[in-house]
Nanobody
Framework: VQLQASGGGSVQAGGSLRLSCAAS????????VGWFRQAPGKEREFAAVISWSGGSTHYADSVKGRFTVSRDNAKNTVYLQMNSLKPEDAAVYYCAADPSFPPCGTVWYHYWGHGTQVTVSS
């Protein structure tokens, strides 16, 4: 199983980025996918999750209204559209997959990918 996050980069505050999480080696359409982030010196924190079909999504309060998670099961890919970025959004972003729909906020996911760096300058 492989999860590959991509799309990170450096933007100014107020800007946007779209992250992608491409999956292989699993029946992707049966997995919920979460996005997490970890800033230097801080614990990994939940950002968003999307259910198998895309019909349910949940967001951390810190990103609600600015980030949107979506998925294209035909492409085995989940996206995280990040708008109105703030310096405090800077972190390494990870995607993770689980056959259940984990409770909002938990980091207990079955599969994890490598992260992609997001830098936001003020």
């Amino acid at each position: 199983v492989q999860l590959q996050a991509s799309g990170g980069g450096s933007v100014q505050a107020g800007g946007s980025l779209r992250l992608s999480c491409a999956a292989s080696g699993l029946t992707f359409r049966t997995y919920a996918v979460g996005w997490f982030r970890q800033a230097p010196g801080k614990e990994r924190e939940f950002a968003a999750v999307i259910s198998w079909s895309g019909g349910s999504t949940h967001y951390a309060d810190s990103v609600k209204g600015r980030f949107t998670v979506s998925r294209d099961n035909a492409k085995n890919t989940v996206y995280l559209q990040m708008n109105s970025l703030k310096p405090e959004d800077a972190a390494v972003y990870y995607c993770a997959a689980d056959p259940s729909f984990p409770p909002c906020g938990t980091v207990w996911y079955h599969y994890w990918g490598h992260g992609t760096q997001v830098t936001v300058s003020s």
